[in-house]
Structures are given as C-alpha cells and as structure tokens.
C-alpha cells in the first residue's frame, strides 16, 4: 500500500518527468535500430567476393549484423537486423548482391540469412559480460561474442540449407561452409576493434545497452 498521498506535488512532478525521459529513451531506441538496420543494408550491399563459384556471396553483411548486437546489445540487436529483413523479404533489393523479395527464400544462403537475428541477440547478450572485465580485455570479450554468434547460430542452420540446396552430403556441406569460416575470424576482429571504439567514445552506451 503506498503512503504517498495522490495529491502530492512532488511525487506528480516526478511521473511528469518520467513521460518524457521514457518517449526519450524510445525514440532513441528506435532511431538506433533503424540506423543500425540501414548499416546492414550497406554491408550487404558493398561488392561481394566469390571465390570459386560459391553459392554464398562473401560480404560485409555479417559484419553489420554482429557489430548490431554487441553495440546496441540482444533486444535492440535483434530488432534492427530483424528490421532489416523484414524490408529484405517486403521486396527491397538490401540484401547481398542487390536481391530482395521471398525469392531468396530458395537461395542456398537463406539458412545463413534467417538465423541473424538470433545470432545478433546471442552476441550481444554475451558482449554484456565486457562490463565485468578491465577496459583492456573488452575487445576480447566482443570477440568471442561474436564469433559464438557465428559459429553457435549461423553456421548450423547456414550449412544445414547449403547442404539441402546444394544436394551435398554432411560432410560435404560442414567442409563447404568451413570456406567462410577464416572471413568470419577477420570481420569478428573488425567487430571488437569498432565496438571498443564506439565505447570508448560513448562509454554510457555500454551500460546501457539492451
């Protein structure tokens, strides 16, 4: 039972300041999402490498989609790649080679493309574990969140497709996708090194990540 009477002054200023600080703080939310989706869309559609005929374009896209997570952390992480796909699938040409649209649900990469959000949650809810380390060990810690995105939630369900669309045994599929795996290693570091920057430039964006 509160023993704060109804018509106290003071406690009404103190809900009328919180309504504010609360439409604040989404419409940050919001706009970091949106950024951050916008971001993945320009990783995906910088030029791809293909090396060797591979079905899976090599691009930035899982870059995008794991610096979302460990920066803006699991919910919002999630929200902005999940964004992202959403505009993908309603038609806009945002993912890797300029597709868009529910046909690249029959493309040998849709496995990789549909795990992203989980993968950005994971890894950001993992970065969160950098507030119990010195600031020297951070980009340690934001890359092993990373790269547990990658390898506990893109590579199976990724490979699984590959292997299904391709026609390939399980052997052949894990060896196939292992070609992407030293890209994965190189773009997780790209990850840490940004991420440390960003909060070291905006420190209260690790505490407050969500």
């Known amino acids: 039972m509160?023993?704060?009477?109804e018509n106290d002054p003071a406690a009404a200023l103190g809900r009328a300041d919180a309504a504010p600080a609360a439409r604040t703080r989404t419409s940050a939310d919001v706009a970091l999402v949106a950024t951050f989706a916008a971001f993945v869309a320009v990783c995906a559609l910088l030029p791809a490498i293909v090396v060797g005929g591979l079905?899976?374009?090599i691009t930035l896209q899982t870059f995008g989609?794991?610096?979302?997570?460990?920066?803006?952390?699991?919910?919002r992480?999630?929200?902005?790649?999940?964004l992202y796909l959403a505009v993908g699938f309603a038609g806009l040409p945002v993912f890797a080679e300029g597709t868009g649209g529910l046909a690249?649900?029959?493309?040998?990469?849709?496995?990789?493309?549909?795990?992203?959000?989980?993968?950005a949650a994971l890894a950001g809810y993992l970065a969160s574990f950098a507030l119990r380390v010195r600031p020297a060990r951070r980009p340690l810690v934001f890359f092993a969140a990373a790269m547990a995105g990658s390898l506990l939630v893109t590579y199976p369900p990724g490979i699984a497709v590959l292997g299904w669309r391709m026609g390939l045994g399980p052997g052949e599929a894990i060896?196939?996708?292992a070609t992407f795996l030293p890209?994965?290693?190189i773009k997780n570091v790209l990850v840490a090194v940004v991420a440390a920057a960003v909060f070291r430039a905006f420190p209260d964006m690790l505490r407050q990540r969500r």
């Open 2 to 5: 509160s023993t704060v009477p």
């Open 55 to 57: 079905s899976v374009p």
């Open 65 to 75: 989609v794991m610096l979302a997570g460990v920066v803006l952390g699991p919910r």
């Open 77 to 82: 992480g999630a929200l902005a790649v999940g």
């Open 104 to 119: 690249v649900i029959a493309k040998p990469s849709f496995g990789y493309l549909i795990s992203f959000p989980l993968a």
């Open 175 to 177: 060896a196939f996708g």
């Open 183 to 185: 890209g994965d290693v």
